[in-house]
């Protein structure tokens, strides 16, 4: 079955720390990965995308993540973390022939204490 | 170029009403996808209409159904709510062509926030 764990319900980070977020997947094709970012009362806004190539891939925001096949990991990261980016973080998989159908995670909340 | 446009912003129905929420997708957007945000099951795909025509489905019962206009426009409708219908509808437009997944690049619009008491 198809699906996208993320094991961190809630993180909390101070500023200027690193983060990272932990995303699995299961899925029977070739994936597209994405991550998105949901701020309170919003919609979800793209962060970044992997199809295939350059396994790290930079998004918006200084946030980058890194695929491993091996894994089935898609991990996002961030070097430091700045009190804006506290939101809720997605991690998505589809596929080319999926259309509009992504599956998420069931997200990660960011904390960050100042 | 306006976002994606979803009204009304918040809705509260009572058990047994029926009710439709509507999406504008981002000007010469054609793809338009729904999604059902709830605490417990999260982010769940409806479907998606392209050009007029539904081309994806998810598991969601008869209940739930869509329309899209010839502007793109979209409409989803639920009848005979159910408490457990109490949700963020989110939808998501997306510029990709025919040839193209339209899931390489959606964006979402603020969501109807649709509580059923």
């Known amino acids: 079955a198809q699906s996208v764990t993320q094991p961190d319900i809630h993180i909390t980070v101070s500023e200027g720390a690193s983060l990272e977020l932990r995303c699995n997947y299961s899925?029977?094709?070739?994936?597209?990965l994405f991550w998105y970012v949901q701020s309170p009362g919003q919609g979800l806004q793209l962060l970044l995308k992997y199809f295939s190539g350059d396994t790290l891939v930079q998004g918006i925001k200084g946030f980058e993540a890194e695929f491993k096949r091996s894994q089935s990991s898609f991990n996002l990261r961030k070097p430091s973390v700045h009190w804006s980016d506290a939101a809720e973080y997605f991690c998505?998989?589809?596929?080319?022939?999926?259309?509009?159908?992504?599956?998420f995670g069931q997200g990660t909340e960011l904390s960050v204490k100042p | 170029k306006a976002g994606v446009t979803q009204t009304p912003r918040y809705l509260i129905k009572t058990r047994g009403q029926q009710v439709t929420l509507s999406c504008s997708p981002i000007s010469g957007h054609r793809s338009v996808s729904w999604y059902q945000q709830t605490p417990g099951q999260g982010l769940q795909f409806l479907f998606e209409y392209f050009s007029e025509t539904q081309r994806n489905k998810g598991n969601f019962p008869g209940r739930f159904s869509g329309r899209q206009f010839s502007n793109s426009r979209s409409e989803m409708n639920v009848s005979t709510l159910e408490l457990g219908d109490s949700a963020l509808y989110l939808c998501?437009?997306?510029?990709?062509?025919?040839?193209?997944?339209?899931?390489?690049?959606?964006?979402f619009g603020s969501g109807t926030q649709l509580s059923v008491l």
């Open positions: 998505a998989v589809g596929a080319y022939n999926q259309g509009g159908k992504l599956i």
């Open positions: 899925y029977g094709a070739t994936p597209y």
């Open positions: 998501a437009s997306s510029p990709a062509g025919r040839g193209s997944s339209t899931n390489e690049k959606l964006f």
